[in-house]
């Protein structure tokens, strides 16, 4: 079950409701989309179908497909009206017990913030969050974004309605992907590119969403690196409030489980060399399985600055990466530390986790010595030629890690495959 939703009203929240419900039924997936405005409620009007049955017309006994109406756009969606505010029925509970099945549920919120809107997140598995690119609707859709956070709703990404492209503003959201920017439109639910800009949306959800991944059951305690085979070394992840340091030579392809990381959950990569729309680029087209992370350049005499400032962003429970650390590690040793005091802070409050891309070599800054360290754990990757065809070979170590000082299994990494896969562990010999 999808929420969308989105504060400021007029924002699109109906359209796009009937978009990905529709959009779904074209690409071969059953969905109902269920208005919850009962204040409010004019789904039944945008979608074209009758005021009746409501939603409060549902037995407990029924399948929701009882009481939809079929969409005269496609057959294969279906339309449920809110209750009439006369009919006594409460959103969350009727939503909680829907028998859904293999169907698609997509639940068309009210406007604002209030009791009525918390009701239908409570009952959602996740959360779309609906904007224009005006700055009212900007701001409200981030208190959306907050109050989805704060009932523990996973917010799956942002739609950008009635727009030409991605407003300054959402890209320093953190967590919050952005899953597809819609067109102003005529008739935006039979129009050729708003219709196909739902339908990209929808592959979007399908093909980058993190919360469809199934983790293996570890620690709960834990956060997944994202990382398979070090999460399983690890009993699940690392502890909330970690930083980890990634040392690796420059062309050992360490990138690789830098972009694995950014799969669990939300993440916020600070690039000190490369720029934004290379790193995203990069990550887009890497072989392993990625999230969708909030991407920023920090470089220059202000960068410790400007690192801080992204970092005090964070939401709870993320991941931040720092790629390099190399270009941080150059600022004065005495700010620099300050820099890992305050960040080492930020994670424990957010209960998030961090990853510092560290390269080796005869430029390492004075500084790795303040990282190392500082980090609660170090990853040392080393790439190898060997075999009389000069195969190139990966192996992980954990020369550091605070709860068990040192983990000496070495593990051999595989790049050519959607994960990184445990080829075999040998004992560390250096």
């Known amino acids: 079950m999808i929420a969308i939703a989105g504060a400021k009203g007029g924002c699109g929240k109906t359209v ?3 978009g990905l ?11 109902v989309a269920i208005d919850a405005d009962r204040q409010l409620p004019n789904l039944h009007v945008a979608g074209g179908v009758d005021r009746e049955p409501t939603l409060a017309t549902l037995s407990s006994d029924e399948d929701v497909r009882a009481i939809a109406q079929v969409s005269p756009r496609t057959s294969n969606a279906g339309i449920v009206p809110a209750p009439e505010p006369a009919e006594k029925l409460e959103i969350e509970s009727a939503l909680d017990r829907l028998e859904t099945g293999s169907i698609q549920t997509i639940v068309d919120c009210p406007s604002g913030a209030g009791p009525d809107v918390a009701d239908a997140l409570s009952a959602a598995d996740g959360v779309i969050v609906v904007t224009t690119d005006s700055n009212r609707s900007l701001a409200a859709a981030e208190t959306t974004v907050e109050m989805a956070r704060r009932l523990d709703v996973p917010v799956l ?10 407003p300054t503003a ?23 590119e708003t219709t196909a800009a739902y339908e990209g949306i929808i ?10 991944r199934t983790p293996p059951a570890y620690d709960e305690g834990l956060l997944p690196t994202g990382i398979d085979v070090l999460d399983r070394r690890l009993g699940g992840g690392l502890a909330p409030g970690s930083v980890a340091a990634l040392t690796a030579e420059p062309a050992s392809q360490s990138e690789q489980l830098l972009y694995e990381a950014t ?16 790193v995203r680029r990069a990550i887009e087209t890497a072989a392993v399985e990625t999230g969708n992370p909030t991407v920023r350049r920090v470089d220059g005499a202000d960068a410790l600055e400007e690192a801080m400032e992204n970092v005090r962003k964070l939401p709870d429970g993320a991941t931040l990466v720092v790629d390099l650390a190399d270009g941080l590690e150059r600022h004065d040793r005495s700010a620099y530390v300050s820099f890992l005091n305050d960040l080492k802070d930020r994670l424990i409050e957010s209960e998030s986790v961090a990853l510092l891309h560290c390269l080796n070599g005869t430029d390492r800054p004075a500084n790795r010595t303040a ?42 990494l595989a790049f050519d495959g959607p994960e990184s896969v445990p080829i075999e562990t040998k004992p560390d010999t250096e």
């Open 16 to 18: 796009t409701t009937l």
């Open 21 to 31: 419900a529709e959009g779904l039924a074209r690409t071969g997936t059953p969905a």
């Open 157 to 166: 990404g942002t739609v950008l309605n009635r727009c030409e492209a991605v």
């Open 170 to 192: 959402v890209e320093s959201w953190v967590g919050v992907p952005v899953l597809g920017v819609v067109p102003e439109a005529e008739s935006p639910l039979t129009d050729e």
């Open 203 to 212: 592959e979007t959800l399908r093909t980058r969403n993190a919360t469809a």
């Open 263 to 278: 799969a669990p959950r939300g993440t916020l990569y600070l690039s000190t060399e490369r720029s934004a729309t290379n």
């Open 371 to 412: 990282t190392i360290h500082a980090v609660d754990a170090v990853f040392d990757l080393r790439t190898v030629e060997s075999g009389t065809e000069t195969t190139i070979e990966h192996y992980l170590s954990i020369p550091k890690f605070r709860p068990e000082g040192a983990l000496t299994e070495t593990i051999e």
